[in-house]
């Protein structure tokens, strides 16, 4: 082959170097001896040599590269070389930063090119082969090209080494996503891109709850089995839109470029959290249940470089965690470092259980056929000296994170068990137990001793768990639930329904009542939703295990009307009652008040929310300084500006951005309905948002007037004509007569 691929050079010969320079034992025989080094140098098989015609078609290559391959001779010859080699365009550093095809069009020289072989192999071996590829175009006498003179040589070892070395640096070792490294130089990418081609991006950071337990209870390798789970389940979700990351621990991110639409974000974000929650099988029988929390942040609008961006990201996802885990949250400007808030709240939270500043409220469950309380829920309130009332939302999350669950559990059961003394005999007092009170040790004996130093009879204290109790040592959870009701006292399984449980839960665990999620009531009413159906079968399945069951959350006599058609027998709702201090329930025990008759709406509107928000309004080239005073994703209640027509249109100013065209649908003295040209969506946080913003620059150049006293690029656009409406203090008496 050497020889034949010898013969063909004669038509275009190299250069040769003048006579005196050329070595004397080559002199007349260097065809033969240029054969004869050239045949045994191929068949060391250090580096193979190649050619190709004017039309880029191979005409010779060593025969022992084609027995590398696997190819026969004949079947590349005549072949197209960037038809039998594909170059690897990841490789940074990779030839001359061109792709093959381009060089060979462009007759330019070929260095180090690294290709892969792409034809010519059993379809079996999917061992793939890289060699890297050098050569020189070459012209004749004229200066008309004429084909590729080159060199190969099998590279496979060590690109394959170099690859893996790569994948270790960019990707995380367990789950496969990318790493920080990773993510961050693709984030960078996209920030990068914007002034060339201006889209946003969006990044979320996502924090796995109650992973620490898992890993506590069940080992680490449970823990990493888990990991890799979470992320086949946020990779599934994702998709195509976005890239996925792990940042190490509990702790990933997703990118998703071009997307600001925070109806969209939300809804990936709330499935996100919903799959993330389903049980998780792992080795040896067992399984875990653990929460997620996500963060959002919007590029431009929440961070104009990376590090802003994610900043924002992670003050969005403490928010999330702060107020109750299970969420998601969208970043806003008065948002704080929740880390530092979250130690705060902490400390506080210790002083005011020493302090005194904790109490309990109760809320009655009724008996739906008679309105009698059956029995009182207690909720812990915490009235700050200089916040006010803080959620419980906010504070138990802290407190579950730390060892102060344990004294401030122990604290309200105690509480508890003392005011039911108070009450008739024939109302139970419930109380809620954290995952992390239940697999105490001691808990059972904090139970007996509040009970014995109380004198509160077992039967009358119901504990609430959730499934999370289930996750770890079973065989602890069984012996605590059976030294439980060797104490007398009932248990009830709440949250049911909501996606975490299981009806094994059901089968092992000697549960008293199980407690309808709130979730399932607020849907009841709705034709196209199944919630009705599945209060029936929790109510059904709990009668057939001889069972009580308690529906949470009715506030409207249309789903009061559902729940009992569907066979309930107890409600807690503020249908009924909110939670109250115990000197309300004790003066009504005292006045004989045993039933409560339901009070309320007659239908339910689960979007309806009273607010009291400053907020802005244009209308033409005038800006208008209103209060809301109601919000729904559809439309909201105004007051501030008298005189203006049904049918007008407005743009509100809900601020960050946040611009909604609506059209006024009812109008009295200084108070406006309108209607929202575009639904708003969840923030998250239980408040509504818009689908997307804009920032001060877009406002400038649509021209838009802008708030009073607010700068811009070009201070706003004025106007000469006078405002057609009047701009009037809320609540004032001025009437648009």
């Given amino acids: 082959m050497a020889i034949n691929f010898l013969k063909s050079l004669k038509s275009s ?32 098989g250090s580096v193979w040599v190649w050619a190709t015609d004017e039309q880029g078609r191979l005409l010779y290559l060593t025969e022992k590269a084609s027995e590398t391959l696997g190819a026969k001779p004949e079947a590349l010859i005549g072949q197209p070389l960037e038809s039998i080699f594909e170059a690897d365009e990841a490789n940074p550093t990779n030839g001359a930063g061109r792709s093959l095809r381009f060089q060979l069009k462009a007759h330019a020289t070929i260095r180090d090119q690294i290709v892969r072989f792409t034809v010519g192999r059993p379809a079996d071996d999917l061992r793939q082969t890289w060699w890297s590829l050098s050569g020189q175009p070459v012209r004749n006498e004229e200066g008309t090209f004429t084909g590729y003179r080159g060199s190969a040589k099998d590279v496979t070892a060590d690109y394959e080494r170099q690859i893996a070395d790569s994948r270790l640096a960019e990707f995380d070792s367990l789950t496969g996503l990318a790493n920080r490294h990773s993510i961050n130089r693709h984030l960078d990418g996209c920030v990068n891109a914007y002034g060339s081609a201006p889209r946003p991006c969006t990044l979320m950071m996502l924090d796995l709850d109650k992973f620490k337990y898992v890993n506590d209870t069940l080992g680490h390798q449970a823990g990493d089995e888990l990991l890799v789970q979470v992320a086949e389940r946020l990779t599934s979700m994702v998709g195509s839109r976005g890239k996925v990351a792990r940042l190490g621990g ?66 969005a996802l403490y928010a999330a965690k702060n107020g109750g885990r299970g969420q998601f ?4 400007s008065d948002l704080k470092d929740e880390e530092e808030v979250r130690q705060q709240l902490l400390d506080e939270l210790r002083e005011a259980l020493s302090a005194g500043q904790l109490s309990m409220h109760y809320q009655p469950v009724v008996s739906v056929e008679t309105g009698a309380v059956v029995c009182l829920e207690a909720l812990m309130r915490w009235e700050h000296p200089e916040r006010g009332m803080i959620s419980p939302g906010a504070f138990i ?65 119901e504990l609430e768990l959730t499934e999370s109790v289930f996750v770890g040592d079973s ?82 006599f249309d789903q009061l009307e559902v729940v009992r058609n569907k066979g309930a027998k107890l409600i807690q709702g503020y249908l009924f009652a909110r939670p109250m201090p115990e000197s309300e329930i004790l003066a009504a025990f005292e006045r004989g008040e045993y039933r409560i008759e339901p009070k309320g709406p007659e239908k339910f509107r689960p979007d309806r929310r009273s607010v009291y928000r400053r907020i802005g309004a244009i209308h033409e080239d005038y800006y208008y300084n209103l209060v809301m005073r109601d919000l729904s994703r559809t439309g909201a209640g105004l007051e501030g500006i008298v005189g203006v027509p049904v049918g007008t249109a407005l743009v509100l100013d809900l601020g960050e951005g946040q611009l909604a065209v609506c059209q006024v649908v009812h109008a009295h003295g200084d108070e406006i309905g309108v209607e929202f040209e575009t639904p708003l969506v969840s923030d998250g946080a239980g408040g509504l948002c818009t689908r997307h913003r804009v920032s001060p620059y877009m406002i400038s150049a649509a021209g838009l007037p802008k708030k009073p006293g607010t700068a811009g690029p070009d201070e706003g656009r004025r106007s000469e004509s006078k405002p057609q409406f009047l701009e009037v203090a809320p609540g004032s008496a001025v009437s648009a007569a």
């Fill in 250 to 315: 509990d702790e990933y991110q997703v990118v998703l470029p071009g997307e600001d639409d925070r109806g969209k974000l939300g809804e990936l974000a709330d499935k996100i959290i919903q799959i993330l929650t389903q049980p998780y099988p792992l080795e040896d029988g067992k399984r875990a249940v653990i929460g997620a929390s996500v963060g959002i942040a919007v590029f431009p609008f929440d961070g104009d470089d990376r590090e802003k961006l994610t900043r924002s990201a992670d003050l």
């Fill in 475 to 556: 065989e602890a959870t069984e012996k605590t639930f059976a030294v439980l009701k060797g104490l007398g006292v009932r248990l009830a399984l709440d949250d049911f329904g909501t996606g975490y449980s299981s009806l094994s839960y059901l089968r092992s665990a000697p549960f008293d009542k199980i407690k309808v999620d709130r979730s399932f009531v607020d849907s009841c009413t709705q034709k196209d939703r199944n919630s009705a159906k599945i209060i029936a079968a929790i109510v059904g399945l709990a009668n057939a295990l001889g069972m009580e069951t308690t529906v949470e959350g009715v506030e409207a």
């Fill in 13 to 44: 010969p190299p250069a040769q170097p003048p006579a005196s320079e050329q070595p004397e034992a080559q002199s007349g025989t260097s065809s033969p001896l240029r054969a004869r080094v050239l045949d045994e140098f191929e068949r060391a």
């Fill in 397 to 461: 999350p802290v407190a579950e994170e730390s060892d102060l669950i344990n004294p401030l559990g122990e604290w309200a059961l105690r509480q508890a068990c003392e005011a039911a003394m108070r009450w008739p005999e024939t109302v139970k007092v419930a109380v809620n137990v954290s995952a992390n009170q239940f697999v105490n040790a001691g808990f059972p004996d904090v139970v007996a001793n509040a009970l014995a130093s109380t004198g509160l009879a077992p039967d009358r204290l």
């Fill in 329 to 332: 949250r969208f970043y806003s």
